[in-house]
């Protein structure tokens, strides 16, 4: 079992560039969340989504898209890079249960420099 | 409002015992999450409190009391290797929020030799 994989794990980006962050997980969860972190700002939450086909803003949703085409895939697009979205995203997911003790299981990180 | 608080930095020596206190304001509460972060990593899931008391998993024990809003992680027979952030996060189950986590900013320990 892989888990939660994320690709790029690193890239620098022009202003004004696009790009897309790949999230793939294969414990057939049905919550995925696209994270940032930065230092002294702790985790926020971009976009999420419930299910194939499903998304829903986070706290900091501005700048940003995602799809979620298949349950297994949560992409996370930038379409006109800025130098503020310079930062190491986090894709997450999680089961549906929500009184469930499972917890959310995070990618590796894909650490993300606009220049 | 939203609100997790936890002490932003904390040092201890190895071998010794440590305690890092999570305070929570939420809407609704339906689970407390403690996680550990290793510089350059990601987040690993530590444990998890939804009732009152005392979860044990090995050197690692984790508290809650819902009437006060307030958890701890305890470290025992600290570790080097134990330095890393330790994230709290609550899950609030209020309107739709139930689906998502309220993190803590991380309380970062550092154990020394």
């Known amino acids: 079992n892989a888990g939660v994989t994320q690709t790029p794990k690193f890239r620098v980006l022009k202003t004004g560039q696009s790009m897309t962050l790949l999230c793939a997980q294969d414990m057939n969860h049905e919550y995925m969340y696209w994270y940032r972190q930065d230092p002294g700002m702790g985790l926020r939450l971009i976009h999420y989504s419930v299910g194939e086909g499903t998304t829903a803003k986070g706290e900091v949703p501005d700048g940003y898209n995602v799809s979620r085409l298949k349950k297994q895939n949560f992409l996370l697009g930038l379409e006109s890079a800025a130098p503020s979205q310079t930062s190491v995203y986090f894709c997450a997911s999680s089961y549906l249960h929500h009184n469930s003790n499972q917890p959310q299981h995070f990618g590796d990180g894909t650490r993300l420099s606009i220049l | 409002g939203q609100n997790i608080d936890q002490p932003t930095e904390m040092t201890a020596t190895e071998g010794a015992i440590v305690q890092i206190n999570c305070t929570y304001q939420t809407s609704g509460f339906n689970g407390l999450f403690w996680y550990q972060q290793h510089a350059g990593e990601a987040p690993t899931f530590l444990s998890y409190n939804v009732l009152d008391g005392l979860e044990e998993k090995g050197r690692f024990s984790s508290f809650l009391s819902r009437s006060k809003g307030y958890s701890y992680l305890l470290l025992k027979e600290l570790q080097m290797k134990d330095s890393a952030s330790y994230l709290c996060?609550?899950?609030?189950?209020?309107?739709?929020?139930?689906?998502?986590?309220?993190w803590g900013l991380g309380t970062s320990l550092a154990v020394n030799p």
């Open positions: 996060a609550v899950r609030d189950f209020y309107a739709g929020n139930n689906r998502k986590l309220i």
